[in-house]
């Protein structure tokens, strides 16, 4: 880390000190009521009123660090917990619903009370999650999920197997939120789009190699049922990792036993330009009241939900939907690879292209071309040998949609700030997607096979609505930019502020340098924005705050 007065070279970042910066004692007594982002007091505890010059070399190998302990921490157990909500579909083609007796919708229920238990646990998530150190607490979450999976295995009926589903809910109800949370407090936001991607990716990851560990377990010779072998082995698996997550993953950036002091400064400094804080550990019920109030919260909890349900629905049924194609289980099994592929395409590839436009709303909009064009083949193909290939390519146009769920995250969570608000209005995006989630799987009963029709009608309307609710939240955070903009100039402000967030280290460092050009001042460092970066504040209330399209 270079000297605070020390001359930034070309082509690096500088993070210059702020004249009208507060000072290490105006940092430390907290005048706002005990309301101050933890970052705040961390720096004023290393004498930093002012913000410190990073260079890309710096920048860059502090995010090296976080890549490699933090993400692949975040890989293993969303892949774990795809694979854990996924063995109930594998279990449906090795005989679960015949040997437990399964009727009507019994299995559609099974589906969602998943979504229905992770649904009654946000409220409380958001609290826990604003209070308790994240790392620990989303590892004992881990922990009990993976003795849940395991208790399946001695479920024999219904009433046994809703039980355990619905305690697997509970506690996998955590992970989505506490990511998204781990994700905002890691990585700046040009970054967390993509890495979003990646850990919901892991859905995919699943769909590809989740089915060839179930096609081989499904061979195993065994007194057990081979679902009842696929819940213990998923289960154990869990169980064991849950214990490194525990000892690995820190509860934030300056707790983070990876990184040295100086690398601790570096991994805050460089997320201030977000503009969304850090941690607070303290509540706030203004936060709270004003993600209700905030139309923005409204409209990702109806993307959420409107992809939601078809996630729901095909994520239990999908196999069997291969299955009325006329294949048999150990086929059906294999033939749910490539849609893992083409998720895992899908998610990391929209993510990128997102990254490189730097806006969400188009690409969710692009993507749902294709599940459109899927959905109208199954509807309209008929169930014979002659129309299977053409079957099987629609199914896998419908799997391009998990693309759209990680960016409604990375778009929710790149417009929100504040520590409360941010948890809470993920609380309210994740209710909308477990409403989803519980009522995608009701939409498709076995009595409507093979076609499914109103599962997928439903589907097609819902991807349609999501192109519409994309414009119609494009349009409102413009309008919130007009109104900072105009707050701006009314505080004496300039009505344009620099905002490179969302650059690549060499855009962030030519947008400074033609700034300073403009303003006339080409050998002095140009005074950014980002003071009022640490202070708990929302993004309606920091009139900086700028808000991702």
């Known amino acids: 880390m270079a000297e605070q007065k020390d001359p930034v070279p070309a082509g690096e970042i500088e993070l210059a000190p702020s004249p009208s910066g507060p000072t290490p004692q105006q940092l430390a007594q907290d005048d706002t009521g005990g309301k101050k982002d933890k970052a705040a007091e961390f720096l004023a505890k290393n004498g930093l009123g002012q913000r410190i010059v990073?260079?890309?070399?710096?920048?860059?190998?502090?995010?090296?660090?976080?890549?490699?302990?933090?993400?692949?921490?975040m890989l293993v157990v969303y892949f774990l917990q795809g694979l854990d909500k996924a063995t109930l579909a594998y279990a449906s083609v090795f005989g679960l619903i015949e040997d437990t007796g399964l009727h009507g919708d019994q299995y559609g229920w099974l589906g969602s009370i998943v979504y229905l238990a992770q649904l009654v646990m946000q409220p409380p998530l958001?609290?826990?999650?604003?209070?308790?150190?994240?790392?620990?607490?989303?590892?004992?979450?881990?922990?009990?999920?993976?003795?849940?999976?395991?208790?399946?295995?001695?479920?024999?009926?219904?009433?046994?197997?809703?039980?355990?589903?619905?305690?697997?809910?509970?506690?996998?109800?955590?992970?989505?939120?506490?990511?998204?949370?781990?994700?905002?407090?890691?990585?700046?936001?040009?970054?967390?789009?993509?890495?979003?991607?990646?850990w919901y990716a892991m859905n995919g990851i699943t769909n590809m190699f989740g089915s060839l560990i179930t096609y081989g377990l499904g061979h195993i010779s065994s007194t057990l049922h081979a679902y009842q072998i696929i819940f213990i082995f998923f289960g154990v698996i869990t169980v064991v990792f849950s214990f490194v997550m525990f000892y690995f993953m820190p509860d934030s950036p300056i707790e983070a036993k990876f990184l040295s002091e100086e690398d601790k400064i570096i991994a805050v400094e460089r997320l201030r330009m977000n503009q969304m804080g850090l941690i607070s550990r303290k509540w706030r019920n203004d936060h709270l009241k004003e993600a209700l109030l905030d139309p923005k919260s409204w409209f990702w909890f109806a993307l959420l939900f409107s992809i939601s349900i078809p996630s729901g629905g095909i994520s239990t049924f999908g196999p069997l939907i291969i299955k009325t194609?006329?294949?048999?289980?150990?086929?059906?099994?294999?033939?749910?690879?490539?849609?893992?592929?083409?998720?895992?395409?899908?998610?990391?590839?929209?993510?990128?292209?997102?990254?490189?436009?730097?806006?969400?709303?188009?690409?969710?909009?692009?993507?749902?071309?294709?599940?459109?064009?899927?959905?109208?083949?199954?509807?309209?193909?008929?169930?014979?040998?002659?129309?299977?290939?053409?079957?099987?390519?629609?199914?896998?146009?419908?799997?391009?949609?998990?693309?759209?769920?990680?960016?409604?995250?990375?778009?929710?969570?790149?417009?929100?700030?504040?520590?409360?608000?941010?948890?809470?209005?993920?609380?309210?995006?994740?209710?909308?997607?477990?409403?989803?989630?519980?009522?995608?799987?009701?939409?498709?009963t076995q009595t409507e096979a093979p076609g499914?029709?109103?599962?997928?009608?439903?589907?097609?309307?819902?991807?349609?609505?999501i192109i519409?609710?994309?414009?119609?939240?494009?349009?409102?955070?413009?309008?919130?930019?007009?109104?900072?903009?105009?707050?701006?100039?009314?505080?004496?402000?300039?009505?344009?502020?620099?905002?490179?967030?969302?650059?690549?280290?060499?855009?962030?460092?030519?947008?400074?340098?033609?700034?300073?050009?403009?303003?006339?001042?080409?050998?002095?460092?140009?005074?950014?924005?980002?003071?009022?970066?640490?202070?708990?504040?929302?993004d309606l209330e920091n009139e900086e705050f700028v808000f991702v399209l």
């Not at 930019?481 to 100039?489: C, E, K, L, P």
């Not at 300073?516 to 003071?531: L, R």
């Open 54 to 73: 990073i260079t890309a070399a710096d920048s860059a190998r502090v995010l090296r660090r976080i890549d490699t302990v933090i993400l692949p921490l």
């Open 325 to 444: 194609f006329g294949y048999d289980q150990f086929q059906t099994i294999l033939f749910n690879i490539p849609f893992g592929f083409v998720q895992l395409v899908a998610t990391v590839g929209g993510a990128f292209l997102a990254q490189r436009i730097k806006m969400k709303g188009p690409v969710i909009a692009l993507l749902c071309l294709p599940p459109i064009a899927g959905c109208v083949m199954l509807i309209v193909l008929p169930r014979d040998a002659g129309h299977r290939a053409s079957l099987l390519a629609g199914y896998y146009l419908i799997s391009v949609y998990p693309g759209i769920t990680p960016l409604i995250y990375s778009w929710s969570s790149q417009n929100t700030a504040g520590d409360t608000k941010r948890k809470s209005t993920n609380a309210i995006l994740l209710v909308g997607q477990s409403i989803g989630n519980v009522i995608g799987p009701l939409l498709y």
């Open 126 to 198: 958001a609290w826990l999650l604003v209070r308790l150190p994240i790392g620990k607490f989303t590892a004992a979450m881990v922990l009990s999920w993976g003795i849940s999976l395991s208790c399946m295995a001695a479920s024999h009926n219904f009433g046994g197997l809703l039980a355990t589903r619905f305690l697997l809910g509970v506690f996998e109800a955590s992970v989505a939120p506490s990511f998204v949370a781990i994700t905002q407090m890691w990585w700046r936001r040009r970054e967390q789009t993509v890495r979003t991607s990646y």
């Open 468 to 538: 519409v609710l994309v414009g119609l939240t494009t349009l409102y955070l413009r309008l919130l930019n007009r109104r900072h903009a105009a707050r701006r100039v009314a505080m004496g402000k300039s009505a344009v502020i620099i905002d490179t967030s969302l650059d690549s280290e060499k855009e962030a460092a030519a947008a400074l340098e033609a700034e300073n050009k403009t303003a006339g001042v080409e050998d002095a460092p140009t005074v950014q924005t980002g003071d009022r970066a640490f202070e708990d504040l929302t």
């Open 452 to 465: 499914y029709a109103r599962g997928l009608r439903s589907n097609l309307a819902l991807y349609v609505a």
